[in-house]
C-alpha cells in the first residue's frame, strides 16, 4: 500500500508566522501535489511537482511556495500566514493514476 | 459551468437500500476516472477507479459513459459504515504544464438504522 505522510495533524500559527508542512511519500512516486480544502470550495491545487527541484504552480499558489530536495518529500512553505489559509491541507502523490493522499493537516493562522 | 459536477446531497436513505450517485463532466478529452470516499475531517480515500466496461467492487458498482460524460457510483445493501461523503475525480493528463486532476464538491451520503 502507498504510504503518504504528513508530519503534522493539527496546527495552530500566529498571523505572519512563516510555516512549513512536510510531506513524505514511500512509493518513488514522481508526482506529488499539495492541496487546500474548504467547505463549499472542495480540492483546490496550490503546486505540483513531477520529479525533484520541479515545481509547477497550480491554481491557488499566492502566498505559498514549495520545495522538493528529494523524490520522496514534498515542502509546502506559507512564507507569512495569513487567517485566509486556515484551511484543510492536503498531500498527495501519484504514478499517473489514482492519486493518494496524506491524512492532512488541519491549519488554524489566529 | 463546473467541469466535474456532483449532487451534493444529502442523500438519506435506510440500511439495506440501494443508492446511486450520478457526475458529469465538461471535458470530453478526460483521460481517467475514480469515486473516493471522505469521512467527516479526514482525508479522501481511494474507492474505486471507474472503466469503460463498467467494473464492480463486492457491493459497489461504478460505472463510466463517455458519451454522455457522466461516471455513475452504485451503492447496493447500505450500511451504517457507509455514511460519508463520495468524491468524483476526473483526471484530465498533462495540461498546461500540470498533472490536472478535477474534484467534484462530493455527495454526502447517510444511511440511517
Known amino acids: 500500500d502507498v504510504k503518504v505522510t504528513q508530519s503534522s495533524r493539527y496546527l495552530v500559527k500566529r498571523t505572519g508566522e512563516k510555516v512549513f508542512l512536510e510531506c513524505v511519500q514511500d512509493m518513488d512516486h514522481e508526482n506529488m501535489f499539495w492541496y487546500r480544502q474548504d467547505p463549499g470550495l472542495g480540492l483546490r491545487l496550490i503546486y505540483f511537482?513531477?520529479?525533484?527541484?520541479?515545481?509547477e504552480k497550480g491554481d491557488i499558489p499566492e502566498g505559498y511556495s514549495v520545495s522538493r530536495e528529494k523524490k520522496e518529500r514534498f515542502s509546502l512553505i506559507l512564507e507569512s500566514a495569513s487567517t485566509n489559509q486556515t484551511s484543510m491541507y492536503l498531500c498527495a502523490s501519484s504514478l499517473g493514476s489514482p492519486l493518494h493522499f496524506g491524512n492532512g493537516t488541519r491549519l488554524t493562522v489566529t | 459551468r463546473k467541469e466535474v459536477e456532483q449532487d451534493p446531497g444529502p442523500f438519506n436513505v435506510p440500511e439495506g437500500a440501494t443508492v446511486a450517485f450520478n457526475c458529469t463532466y465538461s471535458n470530453s478529452a478526460s483521460q481517467s476516472f475514480f469515486w473516493y470516499r471522505q469521512d467527516c475531517r479526514k482525508e479522501p480515500k481511494l474507492l474505486m477507479s471507474?472503466?469503460?466496461s463498467g467494473n464492480e467492487d463486492g457491493r459497489f458498482t461504478a460505472q463510466l459513459n463517455r458519451a454522455s460524460q457522466y461516471i455513475s457510483l452504485l451503492i447496493r445493501d447500505s450500511k451504517l459504515s457507509d455514511s460519508a461523503t463520495y468524491l468524483c475525480?476526473?483526471?484530465?493528463?498533462?495540461?498546461?504544464?500540470?498533472?490536472?486532476?478535477?474534484f467534484g464538491t462530493g455527495t454526502r451520503l447517510k444511511v440511517l438504522a
Open positions: 511537482s513531477y520529479d525533484v527541484k520541479m515545481k
Open positions: 475525480v476526473v483526471n484530465q493528463g498533462w495540461t498546461s504544464g500540470t498533472y490536472k486532476y478535477i
Open positions: 471507474v472503466y469503460s
